[in-house]
């Protein structure tokens, strides 16, 4: 497949956009095409083998037009179709995501990290593996948060719901002092303000996007597939839902300040 195709990214909805924002940055030469399936999101709360039927027939869209590369910019598909997408797809390099707790005990051994996730990525095994990597170097909780990530597909932000919300769910880990939060989903970083007024300006927030473009990066290096152009690359948005105003408001997530 020649250099300069487009990288393709894909999430349940629009929340890979932030994933997306971390590639622009780490190749700014590569052009991009982005699949969002809002029309059926939410992934986090379907049956395994749904998500997995689903992340196979985004990659087989992103494959039918031509990309050079798969990034799966949603936490849920990594952890429900990563190994199957890439045992059936064995010809493209397929990156995927996973939530940042290795970097969060790193940066805070013996400290207490919360994990916000959908309950489909912490109920499968990579999640479970991972959090076995760490959990005598902290304390970890996991904080299933189903809905959260339709305040971003709706373009709600900030406010008393989504304020409710969020206290409901932090407010019983809020107990003792917090050194970080994961944040496990590629929904949430458009979130990230009102998170920080829910668990106060202490905490480390972190989320995986940088991790996945320098990963992406690495594959691409080595298997010869670098755009060799510096700059100048391209980004086209799609989605499942054919709704012009759901366009719109990816292309403002992409602009957004975070």
Known sequence: MPCTDPIGVFDSGLGGISVLRALRLRLPGEDFLYYGDSRRAPYGDKPLEAVQALCDDAVQWLLHRGVKAVVIACNTATAAAAAQLRARYPYVPIIGTEPALKPAAERHPGGHILVMATERTLHEEKYHLLSQQFETRAR???????????????????????????????????????????????????????????????????????????????????????????????????????????????????????
């Open 140 to 258: 970890v909780d996991a904080i299933p948060c189903p809905g959260l990530m339709e305040f971003v597909e709706q373009g709600i932000f900030s406010g008393p719901k989504l304020k409710a919300y969020l206290r409901a769910h932090l407010g019983p880990h809020l107990d003792r002092p917090v050194d970080a939060v994961v944040l496990g989903c590629t929904h949430y970083p458009f979130l990230r303000s009102a998170i920080r007024q829910i668990v106060g300006p202490d905490p480390e927030i972190l989320d995986g996007s940088d991790g996945i473009a320098r990963q992406t990066q690495r594959r691409l290096a080595l298997l010869g597939l670098q755009n060799p152009r510096s700059d100048g690359g391209s980004v086209t948005l799609c989605n499942s839902l054919d709704d012009p105003a759901m366009l719109q408001r990816m292309d403002q997530l992409l602009n957004r300040p975070l």
